[in-house]
């Protein structure tokens, strides 16, 4: 394990029954942003929880801080220096955002009052709940419950902090300021960051690994994957029947990814059709469709 | 208010205070003569760390806007037990519902002890295989974390989920175990008979547990309190009413001494497996 490095996986495993959610996959992060993409049932989640010590892996050698989460003694000592927010945050609805953030201090081992309460006031400020934080959570909109938990995250200035989409149903404003939170806790420390939104690993990440059927099928900076999809957008009057996805945009063109006619208006690929570029061609090879979601 | 200050601190005191260096006489006059002198209050005002003054106001407005704590926990706060214990036990939806069970079970065992105080042998055999349902009760109903809205967050946290879950369990088992021991205890007439229901109690929650380490707590405690149940209604099947206690092995000599044993095989077992509640997996704590 290099000096630098946070999160060191080996060929590890978990699978369920006779699917493997995570299959022989190795990776080593280090400090800043890291965004993990792909569809659901892409074994994300599942690799997120193996990180963040909640699910042991089949298979595998895993170290997180140095430390080996199968055994007792590094889990806690994982657990010390880890902020988790998992893809399903659940809260005590009766419980004040004040409250609840409390009560997970407590958990993180914040025993002294007065220090907790400081530092819960501290994160709550931060996610941009210090308005709201003494009222219950069930009257607070989604997007304040999420950060609610992202600030339970925040608690102990964590060396490592994974967010299993975190930013599902924050509205933009909402979403700058989170980019703006996570962007601060990466100057120093490693964030490892599961999202659907190729805009937020656009404008977060140093680096993305994209994830399919348990399995990494890409790994390095976000202008690298987009380097693969050049050559492969272009826009038409028409929809490509031969083109893997295509969407009609607000000019009434359509915009189209795979490979293109002779003599199509090729135009500079975003991360987002690099993404899908790649998912479609391991979901079928050369000249299957790709999965569209919420598009075409 | 600043026109008639004959004097002003210099730099040195005003540091020396801001850093709590100063005797409290020297502290007092400095603060009366910073009231009335801008000159000084603003001479001061460099040394002061911004930042925790900040978080001073932030938390003393948290405190000024606070909703006071639920009645549980205050009343758990008058009885002496710190506010962080006190938290732990009374905040999540499983732990309300353990004691929701405690006390409908120590009601009912007083319902049961008093048609037992009519000297019905039976009415004190349906109390003693009843009351370890309470207990057993009370373990489903901490372990089963998969009812804790925030368990993922939780787990991940340092304290460990085992031990949390333990102190939730005993907080809400000695309370109603005593209430049921004394709803047994204060019939007239009966003995110690009334507590041989303890160790099955014991031997079950404790295997309950051990067995949770591996499959979900529900079921665990499901099957072992029907098994239980069971065993009981086979065993007296056609026994003389008066005599119903002595035809369950559990509640003689020998079954009460096998419960101990049960005790403390399932103890070491829990004790051995305790990691797996550490984890998430379906099983391990359901």
Redesign the interface.
Known sequence: MNSGTTVELDEVTKRYGSTAAVDGISLALERGVTGLLGPNGAGKTTLL?II?????PDRGAVRVLGEDPGR?DG??SI??R?G?F?Q?????AN??A???V???A????L?D??ER??E???VL?QVGL?DV??KRIKALSGGMRRRV?LA?ALLGRPELLVLDEPASGLDPEQRLRFRETVSAVAEHHTVLLSTHQTDDVSALCQRVVVMDRGRVLHDGAPGALVDHAHGHVWVAAEPDPGARVSWRISSGHYRLIGDPPPGAELVTPALEDAYLLLLGRNTSGADGPVPTPGRA | MTAHQTWHADADVLAAYVAGRLGRSTAASLEAHLLACASCRAGIAPFAPSEQLA?NL??LH??I???P?PRTERFLQRLGLP??IT??LV???SARLAWLLAVAGAVAAAVIAADVSASSQRAMFTFLVGAPLVPLGVVSATFATRS?????????????AFG?LLVRAVAVLVPAVVLTLLAALVVPGQGGEGALWLLPALGLATATLALASWLPVRAVSWVLGAAWVAAATISVRGAPRTDLIEHYVAFRPVGQAAMVAITLAAAAVVVLRR?AF????AGRTP
């Open positions: 929880r963040a010590t909640v699910l042991a007792a889990r806690l657990r010390r880890l988790y998992p399903e945050p659940g809260y005590y419980l004040t004040f409250a609840f409390d009560y997970i407590i958990l993180k081992e025993t009052r007065q309460h400081h819960v006031t501290r400020t210090d934080m003494h938990i339970q | 978080g932030a938390l948290s405190r806007d606070a909703p704590a506010e962080r938290r732990l905040v999540t939806p804790d809205p925030a368990r993922e967050v939780v787990v991940a946290t340092p304290t460990p949390l990691d550490d984890l998430i997996d």
